[in-house]
């Protein structure tokens, strides 16, 4: 059966047929349908290449220490090809109707699971940690994929929930969740555990958990800072966590305290923002990276360089585009066609937010250092990966969403969001 596409731009229209391709091959069920019309939201996308393209400005300037001397581009043209590839997963993730990740998603599950496994068992190591599984030249990080595989059969799971009022409804799904964390904090990668938590409850809080009950993630916060306490006042040891990682999270109140030591990378992040004053001083005046004083200041501290680079007024510039794609995605989640769709975007929305607060912060010196690196544009192939998935799924949501949306259960409480649909609220009361 012919399915005709109707846009109004060349760029629609090769959309549409890529999209018709994609729906015809997964047995799109045509039935009734003379036009496919799928939206694409151009200003996620182009906000979202217009970072890595700074990126790559930044990493050029951060990484001219360390690079060949042959060869200072060398870390990045392996950026770029890994921008590259990840166009290519943003294509998938957004043209594979999502109503289809529902079947994947037990595959998906234990998949990311067997991957956090072999990593323990059989990966490589760097920096006191065993994160990454060697590719030939590349290294890839399990841990960075399975952030996009708990949104997805997270989402899959919690959609399948009529109720989430009771405490034995969130059983499951801290248990489903639960695993790779426990399993990613082994490695050990802190970071990435705590962006597993901001996407529960992101999701929890979109799928309609009770307040009552949301209060388990501050109740669990408490706990881990009354752990730390006794850890330091009596010696108590706390699984799972190394002393380094303690020193870390903590470090950030006073960073000279250790200035040598765990304290040395808040202390030249902190050089390196305030070196760039209001403008920047530009790859010619970015002089701590110039000299190697700022560790990882390609990777997880490229905030720094950001701020080194393009100053104050490039940084909140770089923070604002942010804020820009956590607003697009926010209107994608409340403008999705069903619940599913909601909880996806919510998740990816989760996501993102964490990290973009989370590393500028720690570069600030008014966050935990975590390790968690910048979307889009912190050097690495596996985290642009994960981020580029992220995007595609966004957008995705965002294309096949309906004149007649989802209301998420969360709605009753932003009146102001919302117009009275006909659709029943699923999934419990914040009350």
């Known amino acids: 059966m012919i399915c005709r596409v109707y846009h109004s731009s060349p760029l629609d229209r090769v959309a549409g ?20 019309r799928f939206h694409i939201d151009y200003v996620t996308l182009i906000l979202m290449y217009l970072l890595a393209l700074v990126g790559l ?20 043209k392996r950026q770029f090809i890994w921008i590259i590839l990840g166009t290519i997963v943003l294509v998938v993730a957004a043209w594979f109707d999502y109503e289809k990740f529902k079947k994947l998603a037990p595959f998906i599950y234990w998949t990311a699971i067997a991957l956090l496994g072999f990593v323990l068992v059989h990966g490589s190591s760097a920096l006191g940690a065993q994160r990454w599984i060697q590719l030939g030249p590349f290294q890839l990080q399990p841990s ?44 050990p990668d802190l970071g990435t555990t705590l962006v597993f938590v901001a996407i529960t409850v992101g999701m929890f809080y979109m799928a309609g958990v009770p307040w009552t009950k949301m209060l388990i993630f501050p109740a669990g916060l408490a706990m881990v800072i009354l752990l730390i306490y006794l850890h330091f006042r009596l010696g108590i040891p706390i699984p799972l966590m190394h002393g380094y990682q303690l020193k870390r999270l903590l470090i950030f109140l006073n960073p000279n305290s250790d200035p040598l030591g765990s304290g040395f990378n808040v202390i030249q992040s902190r050089i390196a923002i305030g070196t760039g004053g209001l403008w920047g001083g530009g790859l010619a005046g970015a002089q701590t990276n110039l000299l190697g004083f700022l ?64 590393s500028a912060g720690m570069a600030s010196g008014i966050m935990p250092v975590a390790g968690v690196p910048l979307p889009f544009m912190s050097y690495g192939g596996s985290a642009f990966l994960a981020d580029s998935a992220g995007i595609g799924i966004l957008l ?27 659709e029943p609220d699923i999934g419990g009361s914040h009350s």
């Open 295 to 358: 560790p990882e200041s390609y990777t997880d501290f490229i905030f720094a360089s950001v701020g080194e680079v393009l100053g104050f007024v490039g940084s909140m510039a770089i923070l604002f585009v942010y804020l820009i794609i956590l607003a697009r995605g926010t209107y994608i989640a409340y403008q999705a066609k069903d619940r599913f769709g909601t909880l996806l975007a919510s998740g990816i929305v989760a996501m993102f937010a964490f990290h973009v607060i989370e």
């Open 396 to 422: 995705n949501v965002y294309g096949r969403r309906k004149a007649q949306k989802y209301k998420p259960a969360v709605a009753q409480t932003l009146p102001i969001m919302y117009s009275p649909l006909s």
């Open 17 to 36: 047929v890529v999209y018709t391709g994609f729906t015809s091959f997964e047995g799109f069920d045509h039935v009734g349908m003379q036009r496919t």
């Open 57 to 76: 400005f930044v990493i050029a300037n951060a990484s001219r220490s360390i690079a060949p001397a042959h060869d200072p581009l060398y870390y990045v």
């Open 144 to 187: 960075e994929l399975a952030k996009i595989a708990i949104v997805i059969t997270l989402a899959t799971h919690l959609d399948k929930k009529k109720s989430l009022s009771r405490w034995r409804d969130l059983i499951s799904p801290l248990v489903h969740v639960g695993i790779p964390m426990l399993l990613i904090l082994k490695q």
